[in-house]
């Protein structure tokens, strides 16, 4: 859509075609995980793999089409507790249709991500996006400290991390219908504290914690809160 000043005092009408299209997604995963104990700090044996493909097949809008591979491998660190995982990710975006105009390129209809972007980066512009992340877990002490009903930290532990992305994304240029490619390959590491803790004597444990890292891309150090549950840490742990 191009953009027009309309004078004070002036009305301007705008007429929008109705929105109507309905997404699919398909996915399959596999899981192999072994069970640990209660002093692991994360899964010490395992595999995981998940496929995902969105599409919209009905309505007036074509919104393009996303397949996803997402992989896990969990593997025991070097002490008796420790845990290291092992992230390899893929997506590829195929555009839909045209939205609007943005500078001198169209914009177009394009599904949300399907993988993640390292830690520390709040967006990264992708058309195909590959993810490494390596995570290392550390046990640092286990207090089984209770604050009366509201709250019990069961375990403080570190970890430590490294992000590796390779984004790449294409434009199409208003003026000659040419179609350039753009690519990127940010990257952060860094370490998180976090406190296992039960809240009002809640069973499902809750991770609350500190991230402090640094991007590449900017060449900055960033810092964030992290609040974290699952049932996966209630049944593993």
Do not use: C
Not at 217 to 222: E, H
Request: aromatic content about 16%; overall charge positive; proline content about 3%.
């Amino acid at each position: 859509m191009g953009e027009s000043l309309v004078a004070t005092g002036s009305i301007t009408q705008r007429i929008i075609p109705r929105m109507d299209f309905y997404g699919m997604e398909y996915s399959f995963s596999f899981q192999n995980i072994r069970r640990g104990t209660s002093r692991d700090v994360g899964t010490r044996f395992g595999q995981a793999l998940s496929l995902s493909y969105r599409h919209s097949p009905w309505g007036n809008y074509d919104n393009g089409s996303i397949i996803g591979l997402q992989s896990r491998l969990y593997v025991p660190g070097a002490g008796r507790y420790h845990s290291i995982s092992l992230s390899n990710d893929f997506q590829s975006k195929q555009w839909g249709q045209a939205l609007e105009t943005d500078g001198d390129y169209y914009r177009h209809y394009r599904f949300s991500n399907l993988v993640g972007y390292p830690r520390g980066y709040s967006s990264l512009e992708n058309d195909q996006l590959y993810l490494f992340r390596a995570t290392y877990r550390m046990p640092l002490w286990n207090p089984d400290f209770s604050l009366g009903k509201i709250m019990y930290v069961k375990r403080l532990r570190m970890n430590l991390f490294y992000d590796q992305a390779y984004a790449q994304y294409s434009r199409l240029r208003m003026d000659a219908d040419i179609k350039q490619t753009f690519s990127s390959s940010p990257a952060s590491y860094g370490a998180e504290l976090h406190a296992d803790t039960h809240f009002l004597r809640f069973v499902i444990p809750f991770s609350v914690g500190a991230r402090v890292g640094y991007r590449t891309a900017d060449q900055s150090m960033f810092g964030e809160f992290v609040l974290q549950t699952g049932l996966s840490g209630f049944l593993v742990n």
